[in-house]
Nanobody, 120 residues
Framework: VQLQASGGGLVQAGGSLRLSCAAS????????LGWYRQAPGKQRELVAT???????TYADSVKDRFTISKDNAKNTVYLQMNSLSPEDTAVYYC???????????????WGTGTLVTVSS
């Protein structure tokens, strides 16, 4: 299973970006999807998650600004980011818990990361 993230870039404070992450390979079911980020000199942190059933969770720092969504048919997860601030600058990683067969309990897969830079 491979995850390919895209959509990062440079944006001014107050602007918006939409990240996408598509999974490919042998996929039976995706149980959970999420976005994490790692700023320079900091540990990777959870940004948002969405379950197979559509339940979402967000870090307090992004609530009401970011929205996570998914397209089951495309095995893709999105992160709509609005009202961006320089504190959101980081490499954003997508994560999916994927089962490859009906008997597979699944495991976590990570995308390669996409850089988001917010200028002040």
């Amino acid at each position: 299973v491979q995850l390919q993230a895209s959509g990062g870039g440079l944006v001014q404070a107050g602007g918006s970006l939409r990240l996408s992450c598509a999974a490919s390979g042998r996929i039976f079911v995706i149980n959970a999807l999420g976005w994490y980020r790692q700023a320079p000199g900091k540990q990777r942190e959870l940004v948002a998650t969405i379950t197979r059933g559509g339940t979402t969770t967000y870090a307090d720092s992004v609530k009401d600004r970011f929205t996570i969504s998914k397209d089951n048919a495309k095995n893709t997860v999105y992160l709509q980011m609005n009202s961006l601030s320089p504190e959101d600058t980081a490499v954003y990683y997508c994560n999916m818990h994927v089962a490859t067969t009906i008997t597979d309990l699944g495991m976590d897969y990570w995308g390669t990361g996409t850089l988001v830079t917010v200028s002040s």
